[in-house]
């Protein structure tokens, strides 16, 4: 059974944990319904979409590591790799529009597993720290180029430093014409 999922604050979620009562599931992926613990910072995650903006939340907005748990498509939490997933970059979603040209939508971020190598995008939540996503994309500028031609050769466009203007204006809504 799962633990109450409304409650005021976060915190009280924090304090259930470390009580006595709890200690056999301080360990576990999910704390509830709503909520689980990144495996690479410790932190608690809310997964409520009202909070995060999105319905299939498996990454940190702290420290933006994501965990290996969909198979084949967002959401279907079906992969048995379970690893801990690295942000390596962003990208923007590509998608056709109604006459069938490619256009560039929302701002995604560029996980890649420790274990397995599977590389996936994840949709970047409201939650999520700009100035997390900032520093991920000054990092991602000095990968490697086997990695960049990976990424190409597996469809993903990885965001250059040309593209800086467009990942402020998508993080934080200043857009210079």
Not at 67 to 88: F, T
Not at 157 to 169: G, M
């Amino acid at each position: 059974m799962y633990e109450e999922i409304y409650e005021p604050s976060p915190n009280l979620y924090w304090d259930k944990l470390n009580s006595r009562q709890n200690k056999s599931t301080r360990h576990q992926w999910r704390i509830t319904e709503s909520m689980f613990r990144c495996k690479r910072c410790q932190a608690a995650v809310l997964t409520e979409p009202s909070i995060s903006g999105v319905h299939n939340r498996n990454h940190c907005p702290y420290c933006l590591w994501s965990r290996h748990v969909d198979y084949l498509q967002p959401g279907d939490r079906m992969s048995a790799c379970k690893a801990i997933m690295q942000p390596i970059g962003l990208t923007m979603k590509r998608r056709k529009n109604k006459y069938g040209a490619w256009s560039f939508g929302e701002l995604m971020l560029i996980h890649c597993c420790n274990d397995c190598g599977k590389i996936s995008i994840n949709r970047i939540a409201a939650d999520d720290l700009v100035e997390k996503l900032m520093e991920l994309f000054s990092e991602s500028l000095s990968l490697s180029v086997n990695t960049r031609k990976l990424l190409e050769r597996i469809g993903i466009d990885i965001l250059q430093e040309e593209h800086a203007k467009l990942v402020v204006c998508q993080l934080q809504g200043v857009c210079q014409h």
